[in-house]
């Protein structure tokens, strides 16, 4: 999926929540919130839903591997596939796990705790054949990987806490920043993380309509996204976490309206690339249509903004 000279985002999963399959996800996917980023030959996965069980089929090709694997959080749909995820069973693969440390749990142990009776039929210490290293990462902090792939992370406002992460790798860079309920600061914090950022990957869940009867929820809407990247001066901003309802001519209409508003959005969905080619130094990127030159993603093909449907009423 890459050629080892830049950063690759891959999209697995792009729901909040919950899985949402269906005849109305099938465009933009209902698989909860995986994320796939090559910077060069390193590996890494943001979040464990349930996506991460067909990049785990996917990565079985190339057997053994080692992953980068960083929780923003530990909400069931942001953890629920990594007992699926097929390179965990698989002797001679490492995982390096980052997550912030709970209950006096780290991240190892978070996760295997999903993994015991009555919930699952074996444990992690029975079947998980790879090595598993656990990392504590908490926000603020800063990981460096093979001396060329820097990981730093911040703090967000969610229910119970999370983090959002931003990769750099050889002058590209990509933030993930997914729960969040915005504030009317616009995330101080947040800007500074994703300042000049190539894509801003940030949680789209509501509508403002929606957003007004779901205050403290720890979500946020796709217009408070807008603001963030427009301050932030990120080049790309990407729809994410899609609410489990939304139906695909729905996001469709999300992204026309934020396309209207910030010429560079996107909607996430699943089995999207894109790709950044590293360069000597970061730099505004060129653009076709709001569209970075350099994506894999066609401007009109990424929203299907000809699709011949009616506009959707977003005031609902």
Not at 65 to 88: K, R, S, V
Not at 264 to 272: K, P, Q, Y
Request: glycine share 10%; aromatic share 8%.
């Amino acid at each position: 999926m890459h050629d080892g000279g830049g950063l690759t985002i891959r999209f697995w999963g792009t729901r909040g929540s919950l899985p949402s399959p269906g005849p109305d996800t099938t465009r933009y996917g209902g698989n909860t919130s995986c994320v796939e980023v090559r910077a060069g030959e390193h590996l890494l996965i943001f979040d464990a839903g349930t996506g991460i069980r067909e990049l785990g089929n996917r990565l079985l090709r190339d057997m053994p591997i080692t992953a980068h694997l960083f929780f923003t959080h530990y909400h069931w749909d942001h953890i629920m596939g990594f007992p699926f995820f097929g390179p965990l069973f698989v002797p001679g693969n490492t995982l390096h796990l980052y997550g912030a440390t709970k209950a006096g749990c780290n991240v190892k142990e978070v996760l295997a705790g999903q993994m015991v009776a009555p919930y699952f039929p074996v444990t992690m210490e029975e079947e998980g054949k790879s090595d598993l290293v656990p990392h504590p990462m908490e926000p603020g902090d800063r990981v460096e990987i093979g001396g060329e792939v820097v990981v730093r992370s911040a703090h967000l406002n969610h229910p119970g806490e999370a983090m959002a992460f931003r990769v750099d790798y050889r002058g590209r860079s990509v933030v993930y920043a997914t729960d969040i309920e915005h504030d009317p600061d616009h995330d101080p914090a947040l800007i500074e993380l994703a300042r000049e950022a190539d894509a801003l990957i940030y949680d789209s869940t509501y509508t403002d309509a929606e957003y007004a009867g779901h205050i403290g929820w720890g979500h946020s809407t796709w217009r408070a996204g807008v603001e963030i990247a427009k301050a932030a001066k990120v080049r790309q901003f990407i729809i994410f976490h899609h609410l489990p309802e939304r139906t695909d001519r729905e996001v469709a209409a999300i992204e026309r309206a934020a396309r209207r508003t910030f010429s560079g959005s996107l909607a996430a969905r699943e089995g999207m690339e894109l790709t950044y080619p590293a360069v000597e130094e970061a730099r505004p990127t060129p653009r076709r249509n709001g569209v970075p030159e350099h994506s894999t993603e066609e401007p009109a093909a990424a929203g299907e903004q000809d699709d011949g449907e009616e506009e959707v009423d977003l005031t609902k």
